[in-house]
């Protein structure tokens, strides 16, 4: 027999009005989205809101359900919007400049959008002299100039050699071994590692490549395919770049020896021909 039918009617309302009112704050907290809650249901009482109680909680799980995918369609969504906005600055970059400065900032800059850069940095490779430089280094969160480095046998080299990304989610020092790789000390070692090759023309131009020193798999499958798409757009034009600064650099050079064959060959003061053979070498170193 109901609790509804042996309690007295006075006892019966406040019976239901204490029900109701424990009700009240849950199904409020539900209402702004905090769908951890649950409705507790006494063992030991079977009424007519046991059936309410049970069927608001299941609905509760399913709301549940429903926001939680929604989070992540909604989270999805945003990421695939973010990466689209980065392949359309990079592109929209890569068409604007031929400065080679220019063309690097941008690559970190949106690179910085879609993963973590605390450690970021394109490597160059010149085949011809054996050299690798880095225009871009980026190591904790700051700037730091680095020298021309002759071609060795490190992470950078395997990825020029290979002409594959690597990536190394963790055990960077165990898998660097297995790989035959020899150990480049430079600030804190990497916790994770990923790198990708910039290719055009068939030639390796460089490499970039991200690593974090604070945690492991920082990276995924999805950041390499994310940093090749990156790589493969910008690997074209880094190398035009790299070509255009070249020829500035020759044109440069020709036009200083224009001008100090021109002094040499005048009737100027010595203190004026070595004026001008000071002033031309100024603009190339």
């Known amino acids: 027999m109901s609790e509804e039918k042996t309690l007295p009617k006075e006892d019966y309302r406040e019976y239901v009005r204490k029900r109701l009112e424990a009700l009240a704050p849950i199904l409020e907290k539900v209402s702004l989205g905090e769908f951890d809650q649950s409705i507790p249901i006494p063992e030991d009482t079977d009424d007519e809101f046991t059936e309410l109680f049970v069927g608001l ?50 690559i970190y800059q949106q690179t910085s959008r879609v993963m973590d ?98 945690k492991e798999g920082l990276y995924d499958e999805d950041h390499l395919r994310l940093l090749s798409a990156i790589a493969n757009a910008a690997a074209s034009s880094v190398a035009n770049a790299r070509a255009y600064a070249e020829l500035e650099r020759r044109l440069t050079e020709l036009s200083v020896f224009n001008e100090v064959g021109r002094a040499l060959g005048s009737t100027l003061k010595l203190s004026e021909q070595l004026k001008i053979i000071y002033e031309q070498a100024s603009r190339v170193m």
């Open 57 to 106: 909680n299941l609905m509760i799980e399913d709301l549940k359900f429903m926001f939680d995918e929604n989070q992540r369609n909604t989270a999805e969504l945003e990421r695939r919007l973010t990466e689209l906005s980065v392949f359309n600055e990079v592109g929209r970059a890569l068409g604007s400049t031929l400065k080679l400065d220019e063309l690097l900032e941008v």
């Open 117 to 214: 850069t605390e450690s970021f940095y394109i490597a160059l490779y010149n085949e011809d002299s054996e050299t690798i430089d880095f225009p871009m280094y980026v190591e904790s969160d700051k700037r730091i100039p680095l020298d021309s480095q002759k071609f060795r046998n490190g992470l950078t080299e395997y990825i020029i050699k290979t002409r594959k990304p690597l990536l190394i989610e963790k055990d960077v020092e165990k898998e660097r071994e297995n790989l035959g790789i020899d150990a480049v000390v430079r600030g804190d070692p990497a916790m994770c590692w990923l790198g990708v090759p910039m290719i055009s023309a068939e030639s390796v131009v460089g490499v970039i490549a991200v690593q974090s020193t604070r």
